[in-house]
T-cell receptor
């Protein structure tokens, strides 16, 4: 079945550091890929998405590129801020509009 | 307009009792989803409603779980004879239903269920 694997956390960075959170997926076809973010005390929010190979999703300085050849969708940001501290979930949809989520990665940014 | 709303925000119940969780989707959204978030299992899909079509119930963990959507809007998730392993945050999401697998799902704040 479909699955998503993302790097375990917590990831702790200093402000202005470069961020990468790895995400790889298993699917039989060509799913749509998503990054969701959950800020402390808040609900899940869509951060960015990509719907076909080589698409790049971007939002709030975050980027991720859909790599079919490596079945990956790694999340990157050039300079993190304390306000980026949250839990990040990689997810896919292949069939039936059902999101399949990774386990989540906790990001802590220190000032 | 308003986002997805869920009630109650917190529910504490005793093992064996029935509970009902409510979701109000974004107005005009034809697709509605239930997920749950638990420490052991992460985020899991439960059930999906799209318009008047039969719901996709493939994620419901047991026959103690059921859901309905009345009038194409509000949805209720019912858990009968609750067990301690049902303790989790139950999340509802809705989407326009127009874009298939690329549709953005908008999530509510969740209901935290604790079964004692």
């Amino acid at each position: 079945g479909n699955s998503v694997t993302q790097m375990e956390g917590p990831v702790t960075l200093s402000e202005e550091a470069f961020l990468t959170i790895n995400c790889t997926y298993t699917a039989t076809g060509y799913p749509s890929l998503f990054w969701y973010v959950q800020y402390p005390g808040e609900g899940l929010q869509l951060l960015l998405k990509a719907t076909k190979a080589d698409d790049k999703g971007s939002n709030k300085g975050f980027e991720a590129t859909y790599r079919k050849e490596t079945t990956s969708f790694h999340l990157e940001k050039g300079s993190v801020q304390v306000s980026d501290s949250a839990v990040y979930f990689c997810a896919l949809i292949e069939y039936g509009n059902k999101l399949v989520f990774g386990a989540g990665t906790i990001l802590r940014v220190k000032s | 307009g308003a986002g997805v709303s869920q009630s109650p925000s917190n529910k504490v119940t005793e093992k064996g009792k029935d509970v009902e969780l409510r979701c109000d989707p974004i107005s005009g959204h034809t697709a509605l989803y239930w997920y749950r978030q638990s420490l052991g299992q992460g985020l899991e899909f439960l059930i999906y409603f799209q318009g008047n079509s039969a719901p996709d119930k493939s994620g419901l963990p047991s026959d103690r779980f059921s859901a309905e959507r009345t009038g194409g809007s509000v949805s209720t998730l019912t858990i009968q004879r609750t067990q301690q392993e049902d303790s989790a945050v139950y999340l509802c999401a809705s989407s326009t239903g127009l874009a298939g697998s690329t549709d953005t799902q908008y999530f509510g704040p969740g209901t935290r269920l604790t079964v004692l």
